[in-house]
């Protein structure tokens, strides 16, 4: 309908009651691609002349928001697209994908496509394969919805959206007290619990070193000249 919503991140998103439809909500910071006369929600700032400067594109949220929207260059649907593929990482992992102690830190992972996965076995092939034919650079390379809908990933889904289960319930819990750490007892769980296991602890581990304070250890393999150049190493 030519509304493209520029805050897409699944705490916009709602499930209904039958488990079977989800909703989008905040279009707060929507834009309208059919009547580009009607201004919505964006970012300014005062110079120093007291004079304002306009942020049209650089709109929602940092985690969530794509490198041409940083630049403010534009804000359409392939940007939605780029945060729709955010969205499917942040549901299947827990966390958004890029996360560090900062706006600026965060910004540099997703202008460096710094997009990391746990490891082997604990998410899909297809469920990485999609999010990283989504969260490309180069716009034109972005998927259609279509094209998403039409992925291996979503072959064979439920019909409806199944409950949350006791058992994820349960580890999140035992990952945040630090227990069930030694491999004898990590033997003990079946494959799934296991696989979820490691993925609670992963995202626990990242979250951490994402945290204003915990220095820039979850971007130190950039290497990048933007942190040379600050002293980040």
Not at 182 to 207: A, G, I, N, S
Request: hydrophobic share 35%; aromatic share 8%; glycine share 8%.
């Amino acid at each position: 309908m030519g509304i493209v919503h520029r805050d897409i991140k699944a705490e916009n998103v709602f499930l209904s009651t039958d488990h079977r439809t989800i909703k989008l909500g905040d279009f707060g910071s929507s834009r309208d691609m059919f009547n580009p006369e009607i201004c919505g929600s964006g970012n300014s700032s005062a110079g120093s002349d007291l004079s304002r400067r306009s942020f049209a594109h650089y709109v929602g949220t940092p985690h969530f928001i794509s490198p041409e929207a940083i630049d403010n260059k534009e804000n359409d649907l392939l940007s939605d697209i780029w945060s729709l593929g955010c969205l499917f990482y942040q549901v299947l992992m827990g966390i958004p994908p890029f996360v560090a102690g900062s706006e600026f830190l965060i910004y540099l992972r997703i202008k460096h496509l710094d997009l990391q996965f746990p490891g082997e076995g604990v998410l899909s092939h297809e469920a990485i394969d999609l999010i990283k034919k989504i969260l490309v650079h180069d716009r034109n390379q972005r998927p259609s919805l279509h094209a998403i809908s039409m992925h291996p990933f979503f072959h064979n889904c439920p019909e409806i959206v199944p409950p949350y289960r006791i058992e994820d319930a349960c580890v999140r819990a035992l990952v945040k007290t630090g227990e069930i750490a030694t491999p004898q007892l990590l033997d003990t769980l079946d494959p799934y619990t296991r696989k979820r296991f490691e993925l609670v602890k992963t995202v626990e581990e990242w979250r951490k070193l994402s945290q204003p304070g915990s220095g820039t250890a979850i971007v130190d393999h950039l290497h990048a000249p933007e942190l040379e150049g600050l002293g980040i190493h």
